[in-house]
């Protein structure tokens, strides 16, 4: 039992462990005891323990992972302390030896926080003994052979085991809770253990049996979690003042270091993101860019420019004919590429070698810096990585942004939350780039990027970026579009539309959510026919596929929608009506979306102009999409929403929800919306509202689903 006087961690001790470790960056060539191998090791795998010890910031830590939470409305879900007395008091506690998950914690958030930081800081509290004796600690980065290697230690009681880097094994990719749970099974004994990952990657988890917010149940395992939270403005100064501390000319002067002071104002230009550690640590490679306007995309962009400027300084002055700039950043991205095809973060000297064999210049990487303030590092092996996983993101994000990549290589890359999230802030972002990465079409699923979810991108409309859940047997379900927070004003102004249309009222709201991309195809109805054993709807002969699904009624949509939601694991509906006016405006207040007259083959319906008019159907996808990505919701089918029919909009929601009593509602009746392919152009207005019994179907209406983010 540990003594209550006794501490593993301690942010107190950190000038002493600063203190005994920079003796040691000195001595590590011609020391061989174990002390310093273990500093090596830790060196080649994660980075340089004694740059991290010199300028670490302590983090606090939170209960709920701050992307889901308002901190200004809710301030008790963001409560935060500081995080080595958190892990400290974990570490310390009499837990039963049971296999119960009580002696196992996640460590969860984006990246760039902080996480395998964290975990080195815990180590080298162990290796330079400021923590109770008698006590091992283990720091892994989670592999292939991860599971060998715990099982294989000997005195697992008294061992506190770290494993980093959960989203990075490609044994959890498309695996993850099956992996998760092996790695718990194997690793009950250990005294403790903690287990770093992203927080996107994590798998979704049933909610504890006692109700409490600080664990998460997996099979049969309930594990205590804790989310690293974002810097705030006083640990950001504290960075700044450790890492460009006041000269003794400074201090005759009286003044604040000034590379200190230029450092503050750039971070000031940077808003939130000036609140992540990895990007902190990189900030003097970041002023020397010029002032921008700062998102992750131009962020990481300034710190590879700056980077590489320096390197193709060096190599000027050691080679008669260096390469430039530009090939210095196609090697890199040649590289990314390569490991990010494979899965992998190391590349050998075989490897490297490989393929300069079809591009010689990838062999003045071997000419880089490596370590310390590189992006670049080499371990012991003489094996390449990035510094940091994300780097690697950003230069395939950079290569497939501005054509570096083959197109043949596309669909083999794996998109990452992270990959995803520099895409779309480069502003480079197509439909054509996505449908050859294999976005909806090749099986890579993906989850929404943490700062998408921030209060600053939920306004944010991104009409080239579509994504989808995955079925029970792992294939895509419907794709789906992200539509922004925000408001509109519903209906028609007094002296236009039909009364039914008024009065004009603001509807807000207050988070994102999804619809369908498209309305609902034949495809994807059929597919729940065959799973629910009910007759397929007829197409009159026009062909079923990628049409839209005809002939059901709201109550079938409801069934397909309770169907989905199962399979899935995620909220699918029928859209609100409010949902479905504001997606299908798209910012807009004209009567379509692309303005006031219908204009010549915009749509499906009866003087659209196209050649289905008061045919059939068109195949989804067949018309341009409206600002916010979806298309068809002007003609082609009528769509059920989730509303009960009202004659007018007196009484109706603000907020967006479905409106389904009151104001002499009718719920034997739902509200369709959009016009189908039989009808004139005035029933195609983005305010006009419709209407038909639940058991009611029809050759001109079908219907779009909603997901809740």
Same mark, same amino acid.
């Given at each position: 039992?540990?003594?209550?006087?006794?501490?593993?961690?301690?942010?107190?001790?950190?000038?002493?462990?600063?203190?005994?470790?920079?003796?040691?960056?000195?001595?590590?060539?011609?020391?061989?005891?174990?002390?310093?191998?273990?500093?090596?090791?830790?060196?080649?795998?994660?980075?340089?323990?004694?740059?991290?010890?010199?300028?670490?910031?302590?983090?606090?830590?939170?209960?709920?992972?701050?992307?889901?939470?308002?901190?200004?409305?809710?301030?008790?879900?963001?409560?935060?302390?500081?995080?080595?007395?958190?892990?400290?008091?974990?570490?310390?506690?009499?837990?039963?030896?049971?296999?119960?998950?009580?002696?196992?914690?996640?460590?969860?958030?984006?990246?760039?926080?902080?996480?395998?930081?964290?975990?080195?800081?815990?180590?080298?509290?162990?290796?330079?003994?400021?923590?109770?004796?008698?006590?091992?600690?283990?720091?892994?980065?989670?592999?292939?052979?991860?599971?060998? +290697?715990? &099982? $294989?230690?000997?005195?697992?009681? %008294?061992?506190?085991? =770290?494993?980093? @880097? /959960?989203? !990075?094994?490609? #044994? *959890?990719?498309?695996?993850?809770?099956?992996?998760?749970?092996?790695?718990?099974?194997?690793?009950?004994?250990?005294?403790?253990?903690?287990?770093?990952?992203?927080?996107?990657?994590?798998?979704?988890?049933?909610?504890?049996?006692?109700?409490?917010?600080?664990?998460?149940?997996?099979?049969?395992?309930?594990?205590?979690?804790?989310?690293?939270?974002?810097?705030?403005?006083?640990?950001?100064?504290?960075?700044?003042?450790?890492?460009?501390?006041?000269?003794?000319?400074?201090?005759?002067?009286?003044?604040?270091?000034?590379?200190?002071?230029?450092?503050?104002?750039?971070?000031?230009?940077?808003?939130?993101?000036?609140?992540?550690?990895?990007?902190?640590?990189?900030?003097?490679? +970041?002023? &020397? $860019?010029?002032?921008?306007?700062? %998102?992750?995309?131009? =962020?990481?962009? @300034? /710190?590879? !420019?700056?980077? #590489? *400027?320096?390197?193709?300084?060096?190599?000027?002055?050691?080679?008669?004919?260096?390469?430039?700039?530009?090939?210095?950043?196609?090697?890199?991205?040649?590289?990314?590429?390569?490991?990010?095809?494979?899965?992998?973060?190391?590349?050998?000297?075989?490897?490297?070698?490989?393929?300069?064999?079809?591009?010689?210049?990838?062999?003045?990487?071997?000419?880089?810096?490596?370590?310390?303030?590189?992006?670049?590092?080499?371990?012991?092996?003489?094996?390449?990585?990035?510094?940091?996983?994300?780097?690697?993101?950003?230069?395939?994000?950079?290569?497939?942004?501005?054509?570096?990549?083959?197109?043949?290589?596309?669909?083999?890359?794996?998109?990452?939350?992270?990959?995803?999230?520099?895409?779309?802030?480069?502003?480079?972002?197509?439909?054509?780039?996505?449908?050859?990465?294999?976005?909806?079409?090749?099986?890579?699923?993906?989850?929404?990027?943490?700062?998408?979810?921030?209060?600053?991108?939920?306004?944010?409309?991104?009409?080239?970026?579509?994504?989808?859940?995955?079925?029970?047997?792992?294939?895509?379900?419907?794709?789906?579009?992200?539509?922004?927070?925000?408001?509109?004003?519903?209906?028609?102004?007094?002296?236009?539309?039909?009364?039914?249309?008024?009065?004009?009222?603001?509807?807000?709201?207050?988070?994102?959510?999804?619809?369908?991309?498209?309305?609902?195809?034949?495809?994807?109805?059929?597919?729940?026919?065959?799973?629910?054993?009910?007759?397929?709807?007829?197409?009159?002969?026009?062909?079923?596929?990628?049409?839209?699904?005809?002939?059901?009624?709201?109550?079938?949509?409801?069934?397909?929608?309770?169907?989905?939601?199962?399979?899935?694991?995620?909220?699918?509906?029928?859209?609100?009506?409010?949902?479905?006016?504001?997606?299908?405006?798209?910012?807009?207040?004209?009567?379509?979306?692309?303005?006031?007259?219908?204009?010549?083959?915009?749509?499906?319906?009866?003087?659209?102009?196209?050649?289905?008019?008061?045919?059939?159907?068109?195949?989804?996808?067949?018309?341009?999409?409206?600002?916010?990505?979806?298309?068809?919701?002007?003609?082609?089918?009528?769509?059920?929403?989730?509303?009960?029919?009202?004659?007018?909009?007196?009484?109706?929601?603000?907020?967006?929800?479905?409106?389904?009593?009151?104001?002499?509602?009718?719920?034997?009746?739902?509200?369709?919306?959009?016009?189908?392919?039989?009808?004139?152009?005035?029933?195609?207005?983005?305010?006009?509202?419709?209407?038909?019994?639940?058991?009611?179907?029809?050759?001109?209406?079908?219907?779009?689903?909603?997901?809740?983010?």
């Amino acid at each position: 039992m540990i003594e209550p006087t006794t501490s593993f961690l301690s942010i107190a001790s950190l000038p002493k462990l600063v203190k005994g470790l920079l003796p040691l960056a000195n001595r590590l060539a011609d020391s061989r005891d174990k002390r310093t191998a273990e500093l090596c090791a830790m060196g080649d795998t994660f980075g340089s323990p004694f740059d991290l010890a010199r300028f670490y910031v302590e983090p606090c830590c939170q209960d709920y992972n701050p992307a889901e939470h308002d901190e200004d409305n809710h301030p008790a879900v963001a409560t935060k302390a500081p995080v080595f007395a958190t892990i400290d008091s974990f570490l310390r506690e009499d837990y039963p030896l049971l296999a119960d998950g009580s002696r196992q914690m996640f460590i969860l958030s984006d990246a760039g926080m902080g996480k395998t930081s964290l975990l080195m800081m815990i180590k080298l509290n162990q290796l330079m003994a400021f923590w109770p004796s008698g006590f091992d600690c283990r720091l892994l980065k989670i592999g292939a052979d991860t599971l060998k +290697i715990v &099982e $294989a230690h000997p005195d697992k009681a %008294n061992t506190v085991l =770290l494993l980093d @880097a /959960l989203d !990075e094994d490609p #044994l *959890a990719w498309g695996n993850t809770k099956a992996r998760v749970l092996a790695l718990l099974a194997a690793t009950t004994r250990y005294r403790r253990v903690l287990i770093s990952c992203r927080t996107q990657f994590f798998p979704d988890t049933e909610p504890d049996p006692f109700g409490r917010p600080t664990r998460v149940r997996m099979g049969n395992y309930t594990c205590p979690v804790k989310f690293l939270s974002l810097f705030d403005d006083g640990q950001v100064a504290r960075y700044l003042a450790k890492r460009f501390p006041n000269r003794w000319r400074d201090r005759f002067y009286r003044r604040d270091n000034p590379t200190r002071q230029r450092a503050g104002e750039v971070v000031l230009g940077m808003h939130s993101l000036r609140f992540r550690p990895l990007l902190l640590a990189y900030i003097d490679h +970041i002023i &020397e $860019a010029e002032a921008r306007e700062w %998102n992750p995309y131009t =962020l990481y962009q @300034a /710190l590879v !420019e700056s980077w #590489l *400027a320096r390197e193709e300084e060096k190599l000027r002055r050691q080679m008669d004919h260096p390469p430039s700039r530009k090939t210095l950043w196609r090697v890199c991205a040649t590289v990314a590429l390569d490991l990010q095809q494979q899965g992998k973060r190391l590349l050998s000297r075989t490897e490297l070698d490989g393929l300069a064999g079809g591009f010689p210049a990838l062999i003045n990487l071997e000419r880089f810096n490596v370590g310390g303030r590189s992006l670049l590092n080499r371990n012991a092996d003489g094996d390449f990585r990035f510094s940091h996983y994300s780097i690697q993101e950003f230069l395939v994000a950079h290569a497939l942004v501005n054509g570096v990549a083959p197109q043949e290589s596309h669909g083999g890359i794996r998109v990452t939350d992270q990959l995803l999230a520099f895409l779309i802030a480069s502003g480079g972002i197509t439909s054509a780039l996505l449908e050859r990465l294999g976005f909806g079409e090749k099986g890579i699923a993906f989850a929404f990027p943490e700062w998408l979810n921030s209060g600053e991108s939920w306004g944010r409309p991104m009409p080239g970026v579509h994504f989808y859940d995955r079925l029970s047997d792992g294939s895509p379900g419907p794709r789906m579009q992200w539509i922004p927070a925000g408001e509109f004003l519903m209906g028609s102004p007094e002296g236009r539309g039909f009364s039914d249309e008024r009065p004009q009222h603001r509807v807000r709201f207050h988070a994102p959510f999804a619809l369908g991309t498209y309305p609902v195809t034949f495809a994807e109805y059929d597919r729940f026919c065959a799973a629910t054993h009910r007759r397929q709807p007829d197409d009159y002969g026009w062909g079923r596929w990628q049409r839209p699904v005809i002939n059901v009624s709201w109550r079938d949509a409801q069934d397909y929608c309770v169907w989905l939601s199962e399979e899935t694991g995620h909220d699918y509906h029928l859209p609100s009506e409010a949902q479905w006016e504001y997606a299908a405006r798209g910012g807009t207040q004209t009567e379509y979306w692309w303005g006031d007259e219908i204009g010549h083959n915009r749509a499906n319906c009866a003087g659209c102009g196209s050649q289905w008019d008061r045919e059939r159907t068109a195949p989804v996808g067949a018309f341009a999409p409206n600002p916010f990505g979806l298309y068809d919701t002007a003609g082609n089918v009528r769509e059920w929403t989730a509303d009960c029919w009202h004659p007018d909009y007196q009484g109706a929601p603000v907020d967006g929800s479905a409106w389904r009593e009151g104001n002499g509602s009718n719920c034997s009746r739902r509200v369709l919306r959009g016009g189908g392919w039989v009808d004139l152009p005035r029933f195609l207005r983005s305010a006009y509202r419709g209407r038909s019994n639940t058991d009611g179907a029809s050759g001109d209406t079908g219907f779009r689903i909603a997901r809740a983010i």
